[in-house]
């Protein structure tokens, strides 16, 4: 089992909590995983959510030291999700994963030019828009991610229209049955993922919609499709981190 602590990624006087997983026996110079919470459960603690804590656990396993964001630190934990989803700002969201780039690229287990960053659902949208901003970022896989033609509280530029700022490669995994983001959604990700000269792959699931990973959620559970994602996530960090 991996090794799992709750520490805090700084940048100047910013304070992130974080919950960070490192494979046991650590070799040095391991490449390093933002894992960018998804929702609805998260929102008032990662540890809350057994499915957030078990990919953080997984890719661990896989040999990547990975760290966890509390990216709703910005409200009490008690909150109403819609109020932390309606004050939701990319701006902070950014400077926090600037904080968590820095925590992962001084860790001593790391190699700091083999950073990557995965997301779920809300987390998908976050990985994006973690890959747009910060060229550290050098793997980028998203999950049925929503709302990246959107923007949040602080009207920022939708993460879709900065995808020339990526220099990331890129991976989509999506459900087709899925309706945010729907199928025309993907298919905007992909033209601008094409326009822009990305390297990415795009995989959609037939008999898969919105949160097919998550095994808490036994609705929208998809053994199968879900497993066969996983394995194409792992190759795909594998051929570039």
């Not at 490449?31 to 959510?49: K, M, N, S, T, W």
């Not at 994963?97 to 960053?117: C, E, M």
Request: net charge negative.
């Amino acid at each position: 089992m991996p090794v799992y602590s709750n520490v805090t990624a700084k940048r100047d006087s910013h304070e992130v909590p974080c919950v960070l997983f490192e494979p046991r026996g650590t070799p040095r110079r391991c490449p390093g995983l933002i894992i960018a919470q998804h929702l609805p459960v998260a929102h008032a603690g990662l540890e809350r959510d057994p499915f957030q804590m078990d990919v953080a656990r997984r890719y661990a396993e896989a040999g990547y030291v990975c760290l966890m964001p509390f990216l709703f630190h910005h409200w009490p934990v008690g909150a109403p999700m819609s109020e932390k989803i309606r004050g939701f700002r990319d701006d902070w969201t950014v400077n926090d994963l600037k904080a968590s780039l820095d925590y992962l690229g001084r860790h001593p287990s790391v190699d700091s030019s083999r950073l990557g960053i995965l997301g779920h659902c809300w987390g998908g949208r976050i990985a994006w828009l973690g890959a747009v901003s910060d060229c550290r970022i050098v793997a980028c896989v998203v999950f049925y991610a929503g709302r990246i033609k959107q923007s949040f509280a602080d009207v920022g530029t939708p993460p879709i229209n900065l995808a020339s700022q990526m220099q990331s490669a890129f991976l989509g995994i999506f459900g087709n049955d899925d309706e945010s983001p729907s199928v025309r959604d993907v298919n905007d990700y992909e033209n601008a993922l094409i326009a822009a000269r990305i390297n990415y792959e795009f995989h959609r699931f037939d008999g898969a919609g919105h949160g097919f990973q998550d095994f808490n959620n036994p609705e929208r559970y998809r053994k199968t499709q879900s497993e066969e994602a996983w394995g194409l996530s792992l190759d795909f960090l594998s051929r570039n981190l």
